[in-house]
């Protein structure tokens, strides 16, 4: 009798056990964006972000566009959030065949930046009197150690300092959502 129970008791942890590990990689696997945010996942080149609930949101290039006789192939794809709905204001990230290199100046001040997720990337700053521009650029190494290794990955935020300003700390979530889905 004290077996029976030890081994039902044996059985019964275990089980829990289980149950607990399968919906803890569950919670790992599944990505929710904060409140107020929705997520956009690019299926071609398999990366995703969030973005504001209250922005337009355009996802181009994401099917798999070959070479045909009539057309060349499309190497590129990206996930274009407008900025309070401004299509002059935006963030677009952007997967590539290849590698990707931003039309940064040089002298350009360069920082280390990393998402969420724990992606890497250079980060590029550029300003004029009524603009910023700024560039992350991906670490290719290490998008290859994630899987992607024929792929590059970038952000480039063209817009005026005025919405840059009032939209700083929301662009800034933006780029810190960037996650490869796996």
């Not at 029976?4 to 059985?11: G, K």
């Not at 964006?33 to 690019?42: G, I, S």
């Not at 504001?52 to 057309?71: F, H, K």
């Not at 890497?120 to 009524?130: I, L, N, P, R, V």
Request: with cysteine.
């Amino acid at each position: 009798m004290l077996r029976v129970r030890f081994s039902a008791h044996v059985l019964m942890l275990f089980a829990c056990i289980l149950i607990a590990g399968c919906q803890s990689e569950n919670k790992e696997a599944a990505h929710s964006p904060p409140p107020k945010f929705v997520a956009y996942d690019n299926p071609r080149f398999n990366f995703g972000v969030d973005a504001p609930d209250n922005w337009e949101v355009e996802i181009e290039g994401a099917e798999n566009y070959e070479a045909t006789d009539s057309r060349e192939a499309i190497p590129d794809s990206s996930i274009r959030i407008f900025v309070e709905n401004l299509p002059e204001e935006r963030v677009m990230i952007i997967g590539q065949l290849g590698t990707l290199n931003m039309p940064v100046a040089a002298g350009s001040p360069a920082e280390e930046f990393v998402t969420r997720s724990g992606l890497k990337a250079t980060k590029y700053t550029e300003s004029t009197a009524d603009d910023v521009m700024i560039y992350y650029v991906f670490d290719h190494d290490q998008l290859a150690d994630e899987g992607y290794n024929t792929r590059g990955l970038a952000v480039s935020i063209l817009m005026s300092k005025k919405v840059y300003d009032r939209n700083k700390e929301t662009i800034e979530q933006i780029v810190q959502s960037i996650r490869i889905n796996k």
